[in-house]
C-alpha cells in the first residue's frame, strides 16, 4: 500500500509559477499510475493531469494545457506538477492520487485512484 504527500503549494501572483510535488513511501512507486486533482471551494473534485506507470503517456485537460506539466521521476519515487502562467481559477487544494488498477488506464477517473494525499493549498491572487 503506497502512501502519498503533496508538497509545494502557496500563494503566487497570477503569471507566477509553483511546482508541486508527490512524494511516495510504501509500495513500489513504479506499479502506479499517478493523477492530480484539485478542488476550489464551493467546487467539485476536478481532474487535473495524469502519468502513466513509467511517465511515457501523460494526460491533462485542456484548461492547463500549455501551462501546467506532470511528470515523475521513479527513481526518487516523486511526481510533480509543474505550473506555470497561472491564473486565479487556479486557486484550489491541490491533491495526489495514485491507482493500480488492472485493465485500461482511465485517467480522468477518480474512482480508479486507491491512495490520496491530504492536499496542498494554492492560492493564486489577480
Known amino acids: 500500500q503506497v502512501h502519498v504527500v503533496e508538497s509545494g503549494g502557496g500563494l503566487v501572483q497570477a503569471g507566477g509559477s509553483l511546482r508541486l510535488s508527490c512524494a511516495a513511501s510504501?509500495?513500489?512507486?513504479?506499479?502506479?499510475?499517478m493523477g492530480w486533482f484539485r478542488q476550489a471551494p464551493g467546487k467539485e473534485r476536478e481532474f487535473v493531469a495524469a502519468?502513466?506507470?513509467?511517465?511515457?503517456?501523460?494526460y491533462n485537460v485542456d484548461f492547463v494545457k500549455g501551462r501546467f506539466t506532470i511528470s515523475r521521476d521513479n527513481a526518487k519515487n516523486t511526481m510533480y506538477l509543474q505550473m506555470d502562467s497561472l491564473k486565479p481559477e487556479d486557486t484550489a487544494v491541490y491533491y495526489c492520487?495514485?491507482?493500480?488498477?488492472?485493465?485500461?488506464?482511465?485517467?480522468?477517473?477518480?474512482?480508479?485512484?486507491?491512495?490520496w494525499g491530504q492536499g496542498t493549498q494554492v492560492t493564486v491572487s489577480s
Open positions: 510504501g509500495g513500489t512507486f513504479s506499479s502506479y499510475y
Open positions: 492520487a495514485a491507482g493500480s488498477r488492472g485493465g485500461s488506464w482511465y485517467p480522468r477517473a477518480s474512482q480508479r485512484y486507491d491512495y
Open positions: 502519468i502513466s506507470w513509467a511517465g511515457g503517456s501523460t
